[in-house]
């Protein structure tokens, strides 16, 4: 496995461009891919040597955004299908092989069931579509009580459901995106993730969470940085995820503005020692 910095994820306003230079000046070992900045390149050529540019500079990719909104109303499903040949494309030519998104654990109108078989036909469709450009999805289940309880039905939060929404499907190319936020908030242990493979694990975030909140009480956009409250048992879910011989991404995903008003060199400098503490196990 390896460090990847995810600007977006650590709420920094940083371009492409600077996140690699940055990443490859602060040891990370990946960055994320832009599938926007890959339009502006003009092209299939241009976007495989800028891939060939990151990866001179010792980087992998990290993980996409799935560019097909699995909830979506029908009309704005319908058009990301026409639109996604173009972006298949770019992220072909860049040579990502991660695209993921979260599954929204909870719907108004929509029961359980209803919004299973939803995501299961939407999401057979897409996989295969994506299973043919080499590239694999990855699904996050959102774990808190103060999120999921907020509407009429409560839809999957745990890792069990998603694990069996994945199964039903029939994809070979989907797996878990994997949070230590999500996994803490919904009640699991490392045995919840004991049997996990590589293949199953499309890519790891790593958070702490607030010591002041009691688990049910915790809220999805107040997280904490990874070992700082010890809230919750990183040593436990990064044992997990390297028994399971995981080889993507790791990235921190706190949601702190605090973050965005720091230096930006001492921000990274801090978020690559907590994950090569993570990746590592030191």
Do not use: C
Request: glycine share 10%; aromatic share 8%.
């Amino acid at each position: 496995m390896f460090s990847n910095l995810s600007a977006g994820a650590l709420g920094l306003p940083l371009d492409h461009t600077t996140s690699i230079d940055l990443a490859a000046r602060h040891g990370f070992g990946g960055v994320d891919p832009d599938l926007g900045h890959f339009r502006t390149l003009g092209g299939t050529a241009a976007v495989a040597e800028h891939a060939a540019a990151v990866q001179e500079k010792g980087l992998e990719w990290g993980m996409a955004g799935l560019p097909v909104p699995l909830d979506a109303p029908a009309a704005e499903f319908r058009q990301a299908l026409v639109d996604l040949p173009e972006s298949l494309e770019l992220l072909r030519a860049a040579g990502v092989t991660r695209v993921g998104t979260w599954m929204r654990p909870m719907h108004d109108d929509l029961d359980y069931l209803r919004n299973w078989r939803l995501h299961v036909s939407r999401l057979a469709l897409v996989a295969e579509l994506l299973a043919d450009a080499g590239l694999r999805i990855g699904l996050e289940y959102i774990g808190p009580k103060t999120f999921w309880s907020t509407e009429r039905y409560p839809f999957i939060h745990s890792l069990r459901e998603a694990r069996e929404l994945i199964a039903d499907s029939g994809a070979t190319n989907v797996g878990i995106i994997l949070d230590s936020y999500h996994w803490y908030t919904a009640g699991e242990s490392a045995d919840d993730l004991a049997g996990l493979t590589d293949a199953d694990i499309v890519s790891v975030d790593i958070n702490d969470a607030r010591a002041d909140r009691e688990r049910d009480e915790q809220q999805d956009l107040d997280r904490r940085l990874p070992y700082d409250t010890g809230v919750i048992d990183l040593a436990g879910f990064m044992g997990a995820v390297h028994a399971a011989g995981y080889t993507g991404p790791v990235k921190v995903e706190p949601f702190m503005k605090s973050l965005a008003e720091q230096p930006v060199d001492d921000v990274l400098a801090d978020i690559s020692s907590r994950l090569d503490r993570a990746v590592t196990g030191k």
